[in-house]
């Protein structure tokens, strides 16, 4: 098997943009896709979490991967979300995303059942036997059964195929176990966050990136927190991170997942549509709301305009001058090398 470049960066999890109709907004997409690879991310994930995708058919899903990857032409690589209801399917997947060039696979561990590590192992195992394409595992225990660490160790010495792990778990002592157990036989395995509050301490302690739904509104503040920790520029590092946690909590506190982070993506001029989970008259009159704090916050950040009539003032802003200083000697960073 020809080797093939590490698996390191920030890897978006993008928003799919629907039209009025509530179907694939194919133009959106083209354009969402150039606005995040202009803006630095290293990577793009279709197909997961941020992105829906238990909310589309597998055609559907095939779809997804097969415009982005035609408008992607090899700029970034992309990780592409490959996870089916069982092994069967999901090996299709991994067929059709290698044939459409894709770098890897991510496929999330089994979810509905509650299985054991054993079967966790199992599940993996066979994919991993069978897969053309390279396999990244994806924890995500709340909502799957977990990855352990023995069975991330036993899947990585016995499964070439198998280069990686994204875990969304945000807990870094079980990420500084998983690296401390499969590094020394495996160097070139991969460890992705993906939980955006925690991106800095993860990269200190040994991540080689993250796949952060943050980026995917602000990918240049996200790609700065990891240029910034990679150069040993911690002191600056911290004080974003700060920032990139105000505005994650705001995005994900705020409506059921992914929708806070919708409403900020429209804000930064992306129509994303509504979503395919219909939502109740109160739920409706909530979004009028949350839309009006993420602008407000946005604005901030210099990433938005104020909503007419303007943003609360005095305690109710979050850190208003320091957010401001920050973003902007971040964005002037940014422009200096061409990033902005």
């Not at 408008?71 to 069982?86: K, S, Y």
């Not at 352990?148 to 160790?153: E, H, L, M, R, Y």
């Not at 409506?255 to 900020?264: H, K, Q, V």
């Not at 305690?315 to 200083?325: C, F, K, S, T």
Request: with cysteine; charged share 25%; glycine share 8%.
């Amino acid at each position: 098997m020809a080797s093939a470049a590490k698996l390191q960066g920030i890897f978006t999890p993008n928003i799919v943009p629907l039209d009025a109709h509530g179907e694939i907004n194919e133009h959106e997409l083209r354009r969402y896709t150039d606005w995040l690879i202009d803006r630095g991310v290293h990577g793009l994930y279709p197909n997961g979490s941020t992105g829906e995708f238990t909310r589309f058919t597998p055609e559907e899903r095939r779809r997804i991967i097969a415009i982005m990857a035609d408008q992607t032409r090899g700029r970034v690589p992309i990780l592409a979300g490959a996870a089916e209801a069982n092994t069967r399917e999901t090996i299709k997947a991994c067929e059709y995303y290698h044939g459409l060039g894709v770098r890897a696979v991510a496929i999330v561990s089994p979810f509905y059942y509650k299985l054991s590590p054993q079967a966790v192992y199992a599940y993996f195992k066979e994919i991993g036997d069978n897969t053309p394409v390279d396999v990244t595992l994806y924890n995500i225990p709340m909502f799957a059964s977990p990855i352990d660490v023995p069975t991330v160790q036993r899947l990585s010495e016995e499964c070439p195929r198998i280069v990686a792990i994204k875990d969304s778990s945000g807990d870094i002592p079980h990420m500084m176990r998983m690296i401390a157990a499969v590094r020394p036989n495996r160097p070139d395995f991969t460890f992705l966050t993906g939980w955006d509050t925690v991106l800095v301490p993860m990269l200190i302690i040994g991540c080689d990136g993250g796949t952060n739904a943050t980026s995917g509104v602000v990918p240049e503040i996200t790609r700065k927190l990891f240029d910034l920790t990679q150069s040993g520029q911690l002191e600056l590092a911290r004080a974003l991170q700060y920032k990139v946690l105000t505005l994650f909590d705001a995005m994900i506190g705020s409506a059921d997942f992914p929708e806070g982070f919708r409403a900020a993506l429209k804000l930064r001029g992306i129509d994303a549509g509504e979503s395919r989970q219909p939502y109740s008259a109160d739920q409706h009159l909530k979004m009028e709301s949350i839309s009006r704090s993420l602008a407000c916050l946005l604005a901030e950040e210099g990433f938005a305009d104020e909503p007419i009539g303007g943003c609360p003032v005095g305690a109710q802003r979050i850190d208003a001058e320091q957010v401001g200083r920050i973003v902007r000697g971040v964005l002037a960073e940014l422009k200096d090398r061409g990033l902005a």
